[in-house]
């Protein structure tokens, strides 16, 4: 079938998904599900036949939007906040996922520019973190305790200080997404050239573990924690960027409806690394390297689990409660 004929053949149906979708007209779950059915079919029918074509774009899109509308209206939760963490945020990053991806890849090549920056120019270091740091630091290695620096204030201080710059730091990273994601990639250029950096620092200093013991035990979360909020700040420029069959308008109120849940989601974590290292990150010295291992790794599983593997697994259980319905 010729692609005009097939839109000129389900153009109605369509319309019907997008005023269900976007509140125009009611629908009870079942009818979702049965015209959840049908479009599916017809978005295999588009990816095989016209697979660069617009309307498997616009397919895929009103696929996404609608299982989540199955998903919400037959939750049998009664807890909002529980329903957001558990169901409605994993089914997001999941319809997002390839922006979650472009972010870590970013992540990964600007830490390493910061990295070869550092390793190439003898100055660089004090560039980004500052002559006071470094000195510090060099200070503090010499001394036999390379993170001391975290361990200056007291408990609380540290706790709630440390946890507002990490949130003023998301909030930038997501919110300057506004500016077509050019204010998310400058902010995670800051951050990944300072991050990739600071490590070579302490790798050239021969105290390259000390520093993975200490410093990754609240970084684990706080840095992957970095990545969804950039992750997220994309997904709004490119809702403005790219509006597809959307108003631009109604494609941005989308894209910062859907990426601001997704930012609002790393707040827990965010206050968990704050924890963390105001409570934590100051005895890993003290500590047996197997513990300070231990947490790295579990903090670390904990959030890789949430925003790679789980929502995959409600994706999965959504797909097998809709064929049921």
């Known amino acids: 079938m010729r692609e005009v004929a097939f839109i000129k ?3 109605e149906k369509w319309l019907e998904f997008e005023q ?8 009870n779950p079942d009818d979702l599900a049965s015209l959840y059915i049908h479009l599916m079919n017809d978005l295999s029918y588009a990816q095989t036949y016209y697979p660069k074509s617009k309307t498997t774009v616009y397919l895929n899109h009103l696929g996404s939007q609608t299982y989540q509308k199955i998903y919400k209206t037959k939750r049998t ?3 909002r906040l529980k329903y957001f963490f558990k169901t409605e945020v994993p089914l997001l990053v999941y319809q997002y996922r390839r922006y979650i991806l472009y972010a870590f890849i970013a992540f990964t090549l600007l830490t390493l520019i910061g990295v070869v920056s550092a390793q190439n120019d003898e100055s660089f270091v004090r560039v980004i973190l500052g002559d006071q740091y470094v000195n510090l630091t060099l200070e503090n290695i010499k001394e036999g305790d390379p993170v001391a620096v975290y361990k200056s204030s007291s408990d609380w201080a540290s706790f709630i200080g440390i ?3 990490n949130l003023k730091v998301g909030t930038f990273s997501y919110f300057s ?3 077509v994601g050019i204010g998310t990639f400058y902010s995670m250029f800051n951050n990944c050239i300072m991050l990739g950096s600071f490590q070579y620092f302490f790798y050239q200093e ?3 573990w000390e520093s993975v013991r200490g410093i990754w035990i609240h970084g684990s979360m706080e840095i992957f924690a970095m990545v969804i909020e950039a992750a997220a700040g994309f997904i709004l420029g490119a809702s403005i960027l790219f509006p597809k069959t959307l108003s631009r308008m109604n494609s941005f109120k989308i894209g910062f409806k859907e990426s601001f849940k997704i930012f609002i989601s790393t707040m827990p974590f965010t206050f968990a690394a704050g924890f963390l290292e105001g409570y934590i990150t100051r005895f890993s010295k003290a500590m047996p ?7 790295i790794l579990i903090t670390l599983s904990i959030i890789s689990f949430y925003y790679l593997v789980y929502p995959f697994i409600v994706h999965k259980k959504l797909k097998t409660n809709v064929s049921t319905l």
């Open 177 to 179: 997404g506004i500016l």
């Open 289 to 295: 390297t197997f513990l300070s291992v231990a947490i």
């Open 20 to 27: 269900a979708i976007y509140g125009k007209t009611k629908k």
């Open 77 to 79: 939760e009664t807890n």
């Open 9 to 11: 053949q389900n153009k």
């Open 206 to 208: 021969g105290v390259f």
């Open 163 to 165: 946890t507002i710059n």
